[in-house]
């Protein structure tokens, strides 16, 4: 008798401790499958911008990617300026209006900077429009949103460079 006595008190000893412990242990695992992660966002880049931008705008036409060793402006990368750059053309420009600028000249189209934080872009915009205000041949359209500013030639009317605004509104 004291056997099965012995065993029976085991055995509810045991079966008292299961149902008492819970689901979770001391990490928080609830023993449930994992939830899926949020997806994790790339950084957005010139690139990825610029795929964004000409599909709301689709006279943009890519021209070039902008490389330490290519850059023009000496900035790519340096301290405080931008991370990647493009240029790109729309062919609502007449050609005729940009003969003799460079390929890769805001004139043709624009160019769409990134940084690594929203002060440098904006930063960089209002240096663009300071130095700018004084040359009417050199001003140009200057949309910041976040890290990314989007540069647009004024050969383009205002209602026509809005259409990159609205799409930069989009980015990133």
């Not at 340096?78 to 240029?87: A, D, E, G, L, V």
């Not at 890769?104 to 624009?110: F, K, L, S």
Request: aromatic share 6%.
């Amino acid at each position: 008798m004291r056997l099965k006595t012995a065993a029976a008190l085991t055995a509810g000893a045991t079966l008292a401790l299961v149902g008492c412990s819970n689901s979770s242990n001391s990490s928080g695992d609830t023993g449930a499958p994992p939830k899926a992660e949020a997806a994790v966002s790339k950084p957005v880049t010139a690139d990825t911008a610029f795929t964004q931008l000409s599909d709301a705008v689709t006279s943009a036409k890519l021209s070039g990617t902008v490389t330490a060793e290519n850059d023009p402006n000496h900035l790519l990368g340096r301290p405080n300026q931008y991370t990647s750059k493009i240029t790109f053309t729309d062919t609502r420009i007449k050609t005729s209006d940009v003969e003799g600028s460079d390929k890769g000249d805001v004139d043709r189209g624009g160019a769409i900077e990134v940084f690594a934080d929203g002060a440098g872009a904006q930063a960089r915009a209002e240096y663009i429009q300071t130095v700018t205000k004084s040359m009417p041949a050199l001003s140009e359209y200057d949309y910041v949103h976040g890290t990314v500013l989007v540069r647009v030639s004024h050969y383009l009317t205002p209602t026509q460079a809005a259409g990159y605004k609205t799409a930069a509104n989009g980015l990133g």
